[in-house]
């Protein structure tokens, strides 16, 4: 508690600094209610990035248009014995409650990419596993079905996400779902806080926050080759708030984020660099 007490007076000192010289840092908030920072000298943020990074934020936290039962994707990760302790997570993809009597296909979403669909056809058994043909009888009441399933294999670095939508063919449902392979996550307690490459060379960053107080404003500060800034999020019901991050210093090509939240009995910080290089670029 003695460490959480220095760091909350820490925070509350950046804070009231933040308030006295702007040249800290900055935060603002978009007509679309995304809140986030970036640092003094740099110049505002496009409507085109704003833009994105909303509808990332939504993309991980909300249901698609035509799907008003909020039914999302649901990965899970194959155990493999036989597979080296380096290799490529594998993941088989649930879409529980997508109607069985559909035809689908797959949209993927990389970062700094455009959404592209492919070309293969995908059904959904009675238990909600994608397939790659539609489910025999003995396989329709199967939770994992090798050979048959659908299988992702994201080839990405650390701290990237990868969305994906289902959509079927004859345009009634679509459901989206995101996974990081290698997250960047740091835990305090019962708090996390995870960041999120948003743009290519970590350009712009997606501060994820679980397990904090429900409906609380969560004080975080930023820090970046020596500059400060400072945001709030406010979390929703559950302790979920979403927040971004352009962490590019004046004069600097690249660096290290550390972002730090507080909360009355927790205090992550997660660190990830930012810069040239930074990515591992790679289709999923």
Not at 124 to 145: C, W, Y
Not at 267 to 284: C, N
Request: aromatic share 6%; net charge negative.
């Amino acid at each position: 508690m003695t460490r959480i007490i220095r760091c909350s007076a820490l925070i509350l000192f950046c804070i009231y600094l933040q308030g006295t010289f702007l040249s800290w840092g900055q935060s603002s908030k978009d007509a679309a209610e995304l809140t986030y920072s970036s640092f003094q000298g740099q110049p505002a943020p496009s409507k085109e990035l704003i833009s994105d990074l909303v509808r990332q934020m939504r993309w991980d936290t909300r249901a698609a248009y035509q799907n008003p039962q909020g039914l999302r994707l649901r990965f899970e990760k194959i155990e493999d014995p036989a597979s080296p302790a380096d290799g490529l997570a594998r993941y088989r993809v649930f879409a529980d409650g997508a109607p069985e009597n559909k035809v689908y296909t797959l949209g993927i979403w990389s970062v700094g990419k455009t959404l592209s669909y492919g070309t293969q056809e995908i059904y959904a058994n009675s238990q909600g596993l994608l397939m790659i043909h539609r489910p025999t009888p003995e396989q329709d009441t199967r939770f994992k079905v090798p050979g048959d399933e659908l299988e992702l294999m994201p080839q990405v670095g650390a701290a990237e996400p990868v969305r994906y939508i289902l959509s079927s063919k004859d345009g009634e449902l679509s459901m989206l779902g995101t996974v990081v392979p290698r997250p960047v996550i740091a835990r305090d307690q019962a708090c996390t806080l995870e960041v999120r490459i948003a743009e290519p060379d970590a350009a712009a960053m997606l501060i994820v926050a679980s397990g904090f107080p429900g409906r609380a404003r969560i004080p975080v500060v930023l820090e970046s080759e020596g500059e400060t800034a400072t945001l709030t999020m406010t979390t929703d019901a559950g302790g979920q708030a979403e927040v971004a991050d352009l962490p590019e210093v004046l004069g600097k090509a690249q660096g290290t984020l550390k972002a730090t939240a507080e909360a009355s009995d927790c205090l992550p910080s997660a660190l990830l660099p930012w810069g040239a290089s930074t990515m591992v670029q790679k289709t999923p």
